[in-house]
């Protein structure tokens, strides 16, 4: 199917539309071209600079072959236009810093424009938050939160949740007695003296054993050193 024209001019004007937006990027203002207007300068003197420079050592350096050659007015005339070039030098360091000078301010005056900016931003936003909270709602709100929690002591008051005297006096003499025995435990004495145990009958009779054993011993020794005495 043919396209009919509205579809034709519709491609059209989005090019334009596009081509218009990508043209406002691009273009610069009247603070772009000063500020490039100025760097540029600054670039040509800075060049001018260093031509100048150069120009001197060239005339400082033929002026000393001069004076070598025996030439002295040749000399002279080498040692002139250095000076001369020495005069321009500093009319053009001048200019130089003015134009730095006046960079730098048009940048710290840029930069308190977009500070300002950005401070007006956070104004407009921080009244914008605060006109969505009325001072009498937020009074009324706090009214009714404490009318709620007042209302909330009354229902655990009335379902016995909360504590009442007595139960407090029966809590503290609670808390006392337990205070009492643990001082009683920590003042008894732990350790208890060992108790004797029995001795089994065996061992009574192993014993008796041994004794006698043991005498009898000692009366036959007692014999023999008699009849030995004799």
């Known amino acids: 199917p043919t396209p009919t024209n509205t579809e034709q001019q519709q491609p059209k004007q989005a090019i334009a539309m596009g081509g218009s937006k990508s043209k406002a990027k691009n273009e610069l203002t009247a603070h772009d071209r000063a500020m490039l207007d100025l760097q540029n300068q600054r670039d040509q003197l800075k060049q001018y600079r260093d031509k100048l420079e150069t120009v001197m050592t060239k005339e400082m350096e033929m002026a000393r072959e001069l004076v070598a050659a025996g030439k002295k007015k040749q000399a002279l005339l080498c040692l002139k236009k250095k000076r001369f070039q020495e005069t321009s030098l500093e009319r053009a360091e001048g200019m130089l810093f003015n134009i730095e000078e006046l960079i730098n301010s048009v940048e710290f005056a840029q ?32 009214a009714d939160t404490k009318e709620a929690m007042a209302y909330q002591d009354q229902i655990s008051e009335r ?72």
């Open 159 to 230: 379902l016995g949740t909360q504590l009442t005297e007595v139960d407090e006096e029966a809590i503290a003499a609670e808390l006392a007695e337990l205070m009492a025995s643990d001082l009683e435990a920590i003042s008894a004495p732990t350790d208890a003296l060992p108790e004797k145990t029995p001795e089994p009958a065996a061992t009574n009779v192993v014993a008796a054993a041994v004794a006698s054993s043991s005498s009898s011993a000692s009366s036959s020794s007692n014999g023999r050193v008699a009849v030995a005495a004799e």
């Open 111 to 142: 930069m308190q424009k977009e500070t300002f900016d950005r401070l007006k931003e956070g104004r407009d936003a921080l009244q914008e938050i605060q006109s969505e909270m009325d001072l009498n709602e937020i009074d009324q709100i706090m």
